[in-house]
């Protein structure tokens, strides 16, 4: 079984542009999660959908973030201006509420360094 | 709200020799319990969980945790390491009313010939 697939594993881009991470959760999971992770502020969740809507977006840093889930297999985090600030490790998860005590399955990473 | 405590940021320890990682969570309700691992440069991979019945629960790798109820515990064990447990452990709770899992700040198992 496909596990959560992120796109770009790595990306280098300059400060001010904008960034676009995609994510596809795994095939019939209803709860899709993003978090970021920093050596200086650990694993942190930015937001969550459930059923492809927003049930909690308290840990969006700022406006410069948004995300979107337009359907059951597709969501984006994107980044707009980018700042070196948010170099970080951006991952993808996704669960099926109710189930195995909702166990969540990360993605491998978006790797992303901004200059 | 839930949270959850690794007291130690750090664990080293030679190969072969036993190691806990603490993991204390603060909950009055029921909760899922979890130890993620992160092997550098990948993602969280789910190592083992506790949801119900046997409070002792094992990996395909030979750690294994107990679910402490009384002391609101989830300490991970294994009783001899290899060099390629070197990784980041994070524990993590969840609660029945909500799908978010609370992480730890993660323990970094580092294993030395």
């Known amino acids: 079984d496909a596990g959560v697939i992120q796109s770009p594993r790595h990306e280098v881009t300059e400060m001010g542009q904008e960034v676009t991470l995609r994510c596809k959760p795994i095939s019939g999971h209803n709860s899709l999660f993003w978090y970021r992770q920093t050596m200086m502020r650990g694993l942190e969740l930015l937001i969550y959908?459930?059923?492809?809507?927003?049930?909690?977006d308290s840990g969006m840093p700022e406006d410069r973030f948004s995300a979107k889930m337009p359907n059951a297999s597709f969501s984006t985090l994107k980044i707009q201006p980018s700042e070196p600030r948010d170099s970080a490790v951006y991952f993808c998860?996704?669960?099926?509420?109710?189930?195995?005590?909702?166990?969540?399955?990360f993605g491998e990473g978006s790797w992303l360094t901004v200059v | 709200a839930q949270s959850v405590t690794q007291l130690d940021s750090q664990v080293p320890v030679f190969e072969e020799a036993p190691v806990e990682l603490r993991c204390n969570y603060s909950s009055s309700v029921s909760v899922y319990l979890f130890w993620y691992v992160q092997y550098p440069n990948q993602g969280l991979q789910l190592l083992l969980k506790?949801?119900?019945?046997?409070?002792l629960v094992e990996s395909i790798n030979g750690f294994e945790a107990e679910f402490n109820k009384s002391q609101t515990s989830f300490h991970l064990r294994k009783p001899s390491v290899h060099i390629s447990d070197t990784a980041e452990y994070f524990c993590?709770?969840?609660?029945?009313?909500?799908?978010?899992?609370?992480f730890g700040t993660g323990t970094r198992l580092q294993v030395f010939p």
């Open positions: 998860a996704s669960s099926l509420r109710g189930a195995e005590g909702n166990t969540i399955y």
């Open positions: 959908f459930n059923n492809n809507v927003p049930i909690d």
């Open positions: 506790y949801l119900s019945g046997s409070t």
């Open positions: 993590a709770v969840s609660d029945y009313d909500t799908d978010k899992l609370i």
